[in-house]
């Protein structure tokens, strides 16, 4: 764990950007379901990552990069003994599992998610 596993470009205008990068690299962008102002955006096929535009209103940050990880409270909990500090609540979003924000010791934001185990 701890692979970058989604990119977030955060825009004045998503909609802007979001016909900047179909238009400059072929995104395929598609409103998410939730949140208003979230758009999913598939870069290609192949290896790498996909990502989203988002409204500035939910974060002011450029790009923010998601790490995947196993156990959600224990990562906010050793990004605040290694002087970072949790941002915001924990989510659960349905299909993708819990997610929550935090910021390191240079104030960059990370978004990180659990996903649920299936057993």
């Known amino acids: 764990m701890g692979r970058i596993i989604h990119v977030e470009i955060v825009a004045e205008d998503h909609d802007r950007a979001a016909a900047f990068y179909t238009k400059v690299f072929g995104w395929a962008v598609t409103p998410a379901p939730v949140p208003d102002g979230y758009l999913l955006a598939r870069t290609g096929a192949g290896e790498g990552i996909d990502g989203a535009i988002i409204s500035n209103r939910y974060q002011t940050q450029p790009t923010i990069a998601w790490i995947e ?33 935090l910021r390191d010791t240079e104030g960059v934001l990370i978004g990180v998610r659990a996903v649920p185990k299936n057993g």
């Open 69 to 101: 990880v196993d156990d959600l409270e224990a990562t906010l909990e050793a990004a605040r003994a290694a002087g970072g500090r949790p941002v915001g609540d924990i989510q659960e979003l349905p299909g993708i599992g819990r997610l929550s924000y």
